[in-house]
């Protein structure tokens, strides 16, 4: 459970949540075209599958500086103040398979704009489900050990925790072995793809 290895499942399917795509697209989920969109929703849900990598390493915070496993540090407020006192570190990955990706690139070229949007929406959904769905895998093993992972995240690139670290989560998950790249700017191809990092803390009594 706690021995940093890297576990990789492809290929999960999940659920997506409509309302949370509803709100991505600013659609009123009782206006009278609803139900049209909810039928787009559906149909991208269905292709949607994603592959998920993580592991759990061991955590140290000091001031604001959070190190991972004695070889990765990151300086990060934000980061800091969510690990805190924590016990372990979770790195994830979550990334939308080929199928979608496909299907919106096949509506871009067709310029079917409308119905392309609704897919990214559903596909970036999807990624965030697979977070959740990885959470949901570290929560059965952890609680036998007393400790449970907590439902907040953070994300290269948001908050005070830079982009660059991303490079250094995409080696340590290897995420070569599930199709993706990262680039120069250390963004990830294909786009619908993202890292996280989140801990585990002792379940109180």
Known sequence: MFDSRVRQITRVRVEPDVRHILNKLRVNPDSSYADQINSIISRAA??????LSYRIDSLRVENS???????LSIHSDNLSSLLYEFDRCVLMASAAADAVIRKIQKLTEQENMHEAQIYDAV?????DAGFE???RIIDVNAARHGLQMIDKRFSPGYGDVELEIQKDIFEKLNLSQLGLSILPSCMMQPTKSATAISGL???KS
């Open 46 to 51: 269905r292709r949607c599958e994603v592959n």
């Open 123 to 127: 596909a970036s959904e999807c990624v």
């Open 201 to 203: 803390r002792r379940v």
């Open 65 to 71: 500086t959070v190190y991972i496993d004695n070889d």
């Open 133 to 135: 769905h990885i959470r």
